[in-house]
């Protein structure tokens, strides 16, 4: 069974920061993914990777197979971008398994 | 862009009560999801269907709950008699072979 954890919980910076967002997990993967849930609830998914590095807009993620951890880094942090960040992982089989997010606040 | 589209929105029904959550997944997408997230929790998976059958399970989708592809294009999940627990969000997704999962806006259920 793997165990995705993710770090840290909460997070508050202000307008322009550099985000940096943890996620470990304990077992191999076959991919990873980075969603973006709004707090109306609705899921985004932002990345689907699987080694190296991803990068859209002002979002990059990485991977380390080796380590088990992925980072999520938002660059030039804008109020638009709170929200709670989730980690999910797929085994050899279908099933994800979602980290319990990360509650992001960029403050003006 | 395409979107996956779930209704209803939010559902209220009472303990004992038979609900049915719709889902109408990407046009010419072939792996299709469902999740529930109870509040506050995190997201746990439900079930996958691919190919006209369930490909994987949770051990949270027990006989009381189903799924099914009636007609090519709604994905349904079933619950057959509610408990206060199955209270969630619920959420639909759908994929195209290797690409990233496109998640619905989900149903709100609440079980009274």
């Known amino acids: 069974k793997n165990e995705v954890e993710q770090s840290p919980q909460n997070l508050t910076a202000q307008e322009g920061e550099f985000i940096t967002i943890n996620c470990s997990y304990s077992v191999g993967i076959s991919a990873l993914h980075w969603l973006q849930q709004h707090p109306g609830g609705g899921i985004v998914s932002l990345f689907m990777l699987s080694s190296g590095k991803k990068k859209h807009g002002r979002l990059i993620a990485t991977i380390n197979i080796q380590e088990k951890h992925s980072s999520l880094h938002i660059t030039a942090s804008h109020p638009r971008d709170s929200a709670v960040y989730i980690c999910a992982v797929r085994g050899g089989n279908e099933k994800l398994t979602f980290g319990t997010g990360t509650r992001l606040t960029i403050i003006p | ?112």
């Open chain 2, 1 to 112: 862009e395409p979107e996956v589209t779930q209704t209803p929105s939010h559902q209220v029904t009472q303990m004992g009560q038979e609900v049915i959550l719709r889902c109408v997944p990407i046009s010419n997408h072939l792996y299709f999801y469902w999740y529930r997230q109870i509040l506050g929790q995190k997201v746990e998976f439900l079930v996958s269907f691919y190919n006209n059958e369930i490909s994987e399970k949770s051990e949270i989708f027990d006989d009381q709950f189903s799924v099914e592809r009636p007609d090519g294009s709604n994905f349904t999940l079933k619950i057959r008699s509610t408990k206060l627990e199955d209270s969630a969000m619920y959420f639909c997704a759908s994929k195209a072979v290797l690409e990233t999962q496109y998640f619905g806006p989900g149903t709100r259920l609440l079980v009274l």
